[in-house]
């Protein structure tokens, strides 16, 4: 892959979607769980998302359960335990594998791009991915750095 918009996705029915369809807007790519001790950070990654998203700011959420299995099993409740608990109204996708063979490739792509600070291998839930509107991943968060402390970067990125 040389580029994030050749890579598609799947929201939670199953419908393939072309990350092209977000070119061109700065984009926070996260990988979810549902029952994790950073899942209250849905609360700041929605508020980022309401705070500047008609400036061209996305957050897209993609759940995994590779992390002590702290994933709901379908995605219909993922959606529905994010929308009731947090509010969430970004674009949520389906359950994908993050790291190993079975590795989606965006995650294998967003890896390549950024390595961890020890490994490049995504170690736990609620890591960050801040992409630039030309679709450069421009920085790597850990799973513990809160979604507030990026809104300098995020408006950095938007001016």
């Known amino acids: 892959m040389n580029s994030l918009y050749e890579i598609n996705v799947h929201t939670p029915s199953g419908e393939e979607v072309s990350l092209a369809k977000y070119q061109g807007n700065i984009l926070l790519i996260v ?7 950073f899942t209250p950070q849905f609360k700041e990654l929605q508020n980022l998302y309401e ?10 959420g993609f759940p995994c359960d590779q992390f002590m299995n702290q994933e709901f099993e379908t995605n219909k409740e993922i959606l ?10 970004f674009p949520m996708f389906s359950k994908v594998d993050v790291k190993g063979s079975e590795a989606h490739p965006l995650f294998k792509f967003l ?49």
């Open 80 to 89: 529905e335990f994010c929308q009731l608990n947090y509010g969430v109204k």
């Open 111 to 159: 890896i390549s791009e950024k390595k961890g600070i020890l490994t490049s291998e995504i170690k736990w839930n609620f890591t960050k991915f801040l992409v630039d509107s030309n679709g450069d991943v421009v920085d790597r968060y850990a799973p513990q750095t809160s979604p507030a402390k990026l809104e300098g970067k995020i408006i950095e990125l938007l001016n």
């Open 51 to 60: 705070k500047y998203q008609d400036q061209g700011f996305i957050v897209l």
């Open 31 to 37: 990988n979810t769980a549902s029952k994790c001790g």
